[in-house]
């Protein structure tokens, strides 16, 4: 019988290490823009946010948002939209993601308070849905799908 590992990469998925935190959170790598930054794997997130002291670190233009974003043990707090941005996780790839840019200080102040590393952001599940992601909790690391070209069958960068 086949491991997860080897029938998840045969299906075309990657595979992406996660670092559990002292707060019990996975820590993942992704690139925004080309740029590295440290995030949050975060299931009960429906959007990919990014901290708005991070939006010249990853060369985002942003524009105002009525939507209003809630969580983490804040509420009401005013968002940015940053759209049209590229994401790399290990070696999957999004062109044209929209991020939701708000503070992000009272997440890192509590990762912080208990010895850990603040983050640039979260990945939600927008982009986990979109990634048809596999979290395998034991193994530590989280399996993304590429895409696939309709046309020809290969593997594509979307």
């Known amino acids: 019988m086949k491991n997860l590992k080897t029938f998840l990469r045969e299906k075309g ?6 670092v559990l935190t002292n707060t019990n959170h996975f820590e993942i790598k992704a690139e925004i ?5 440290r995030f949050i794997l975060d299931t009960g997130a429906s959007s990919t946010c990014v901290g708005t002291d991070c939006i ?11 939507v209003k974003a809630a969580g983490a043990g804040a509420n009401n707090m005013d968002t940015r939209i940053s759209k049209k941005n590229s994401l790399s996780i290990g070696s999957w790839s999004k062109k044209k993601v929209k991020l939701v840019l708000f503070n992000l200080s009272h997440v890192n102040e509590a990762l912080v308070q208990h010895d850990s590393l603040p ?4 990945i939600g599940a927008d982009v986990l849905k979109k990634a048809k992601a596999i979290i395998d909790y034991d193994k530590k690391c989280v399996y993304l799908k590429k895409s696939r070209n309709k046309k020809n069958g ?5």
């Open 13 to 18: 998925f990657v595979r992406v290490p996660l």
């Open 33 to 37: 823009n080309g740029i590295e930054g």
């Open 56 to 66: 010249a670190h990853f060369n985002l233009s942003s524009e105002d948002s009525e």
């Open 119 to 122: 983050v640039h952001g979260i």
């Open 154 to 158: 290969t593997t594509a960068q979307t």
